[in-house]
C-alpha cells in the first residue's frame, strides 16, 4: 500500500533500521539447534547475535527481582518516540509498530517455549518438539523481518496479516 504517504530514501533507512530489535530477538533461538547443525547458516546472524547478546541484554539494575535490561528500555523508547510520535511518517511508524509487533512474537515464542521445558521437558520425545519450536520462531521471524525489510526499501507498506492491521492500529491515535 502507498495511498498514506511518499517516503524517502531517509525514511526507507530508518524504517529497516527499526528491525534489527526483532532479528536480534529471534536469533538467539538459533544457538542451541539449528547453527548447530548447519554452521554456516550463523554467519548473517553474528551482527544480531552481537546486539542481543551484548547490547540489549546488558542489565541496568542488576541482582533485582526483575531485571531490567537495556533492551526492555529500548522497545519502550521505540514505541513512545517512533510509535505513537505523529509527527513522523506514518510509514516510519508503521514500521516501527510492526517491528515491535514481531519482537513480541519472538518473545511470545520463547515464553511458550520455556513453558514447554518446564512442563514437558523431561521426556524424551521432548527435544524434536523444542527443536522445532525454537527453528520456527527463528525462521518466522527472520522472514517477516526480510519481507518488510525488502518492502520498506521499496517504499511500501509489508502487509504480515495480523501483524500489519495491529501496527496500523497501533499507530492510529
Known sequence: MTWRGRSGAL???????LYILPLATASVFG???????????IIPYLPFLWIELNIMRFPL???????LTLGFVVFFVIFATVV??????????????QALLIEIAAILGGLLLGLLRATIGVFPFFGF??????????????????????????GRYGEIPIIS????YLTRV
Open 11 to 17: 525514511d526507507r533507512f530508518y524504517s529497516c533500521l
Open 61 to 67: 539494575i542488576p541482582g533485582s527481582l526483575f531485571p
Open 84 to 97: 505513537r510520535n505523529q509527527r513522523l511518517l506514518h510509514f516510519i511508524r508503521f514500521n516501527g509498530g
Open 129 to 154: 518438539i523444542d527443536q522445532t519450536i525454537s527453528s520456527m520462531i527463528l525462521i518466522g521471524a527472520t522472514a517477516a523481518v526480510v519481507y518488510a525489510i525488502v518492502q520498506a526499501i521499496r
Open 165 to 168: 492491521d495491529a501496527a496500523y
Open 31 to 41: 544457538l542451541e539447534h539449528l547453527f548447530r547443525q548447519i554452521p554456516a547458516l
